[in-house]
């Protein structure tokens, strides 16, 4: 993606990257054929039905900014979709959030059922560690660069990082919910993955540790932005094109920013970790451009 | 382990090894009041149940038969309990087998309820590729055959292994099975994980592919018998000493060998895969008495 680092704007990086992603993942995917079919139908079904594909493109510029491979990194960007759908799956079943919709569809268990649906973010999940761990086409990265990444990675998923958010945000539904009590729900439930991908696309280009320290604050700042971005839009958005229910997180009794402070403190705060973002990649050329942009596009969507 | 393998009986080398996996389950597995409280309770609840730490004590005794040190794949095999335990959560959950006791306690879901309950399955697995991902306490192996394990683990846990298995057998529920569906159900929902755990013990061990081959007829034999005999000790077994409901195959439907070919068929068979298991260790010195003996126990415990 060396042509998209020279004059694309970010919307352009985005949209390339998308189709990038989504062509690696019908080559990655079973075949939605391959017996039993139901499970592979499902897993499909949910990975294909569109989204914005920005963990995986996060992957993949982490590593150009450390002037890395990202065709070798790609099975691993894929990887990060698989978990992120997975977590999609299991947030929207009736004994959790209990959504109906999703990305303008039918959520995996209103087509499939409780059972497939659980099995399948399952087998998305096991999919994205069998991708996270194979050697093919990653032959020029070692294997104990991939080793630490892939460990990276299952951390930042674990019940203490991205399960224990999803544990504290459903513990706190229906409760009124202090400051620090949504500061790590949005560090863990969203935050976590993006910071991982961000590292991991760091780790698998063979960065430094000065630029690892770099890349780590980049994510931090940025997913905690993302995930006030998605408070924001839950409330402002279009249904439509958001294709969720607007307003879920209110009627479920949520924890978000604008519920606590307000949307305008909120946009200021997702704009304040956007601008500290960037300034975390001072060090990087203009390899790390497509880091900065994307941080910059996303904040520009709440206004 | 190695005072094990000098005129230990079976018994004693499976209870020499589960208490060892349990003292290392012990170390490995998050506190009980890390935060969040709820999901590292759940998770421990069902690991510390008790069972027979097959698995693990599998990975340890294939890595001790191609002459690898047991010590340093003890994370590994701490991680295939758990990869158990999360789908024996799952399993139980309503909308899957739908049961309420496991090892003679309630399911997890009936403790603390179906979100954390799927929630708790999922951490465990994911703390499974925590551990098969790490370098700490692993530094003997080379990070390309630990990459490699996990790699054979992941794609045995997959929607084309293991949740494959899960799925048939759940759309076989109430339905007359044929020889070639329980054939495919006993391979891929029980055979797949057992049969990985004696590959990835002797990948871990840096086995030959000679030896590699015969461990994985070794690991197909037994993991076929395995399900037999506990298909037939669902009939036969003491619900007290197996702590799980009795009959529940029958009740729900289930497809199993006994059903198909009677309790006399089932046990020939069981022996006969048994023999064979062990036909396969033929090239193998001493050092793979252990799994020699294992799979002498078990078929014992149908008659």
Known sequence: MVDLLNGFSSCQYLSEGKKLIEDKIL???????????SIHRAMRYSLLAGGKRLRPILVIAATEAVGGDHE???PFAVAAEMIHTYTLIHDDLPALDNDDLRRGKPTNHKVFG????ILAGDALLTEAFILM?????MESIPAEYILNASHEMATALGSKGMIGGQVVD??????SVDAATLEYIHTYKTGCLIRACIRCGGMLGQASSQQLSALSLFGSHIGHAFQIIDDIL??????????????SDLSNDKATYPALYGLEESRRKAEELV???IASLEE????????????RFFVQRTF
């Not at 459903?170 to 409760?175: F, I, N, T, V």
């Open 133 to 137: 761990s194979r050697s093919k086409g």
């Open 27 to 37: 080559s990655l995917l079973p075949d939605e054929n391959a017996y039993p079919e």
């Open 72 to 74: 070798a990194v790609l």
């Open 284 to 295: 990087f050329d203009d390899r790390a451009n497509p880091l900065r942009e994307i941080a």
């Open 275 to 277: 601008k500290e973002s």
């Open 234 to 247: 839950d409330i402002t958005g279009d249904e439509k094109q958001l294709g969720k229910d607007i307003g």
């Open 170 to 175: 459903l513990e706190s539904e229906g409760k």
């Open 114 to 117: 409780e059972a497939i649906a």
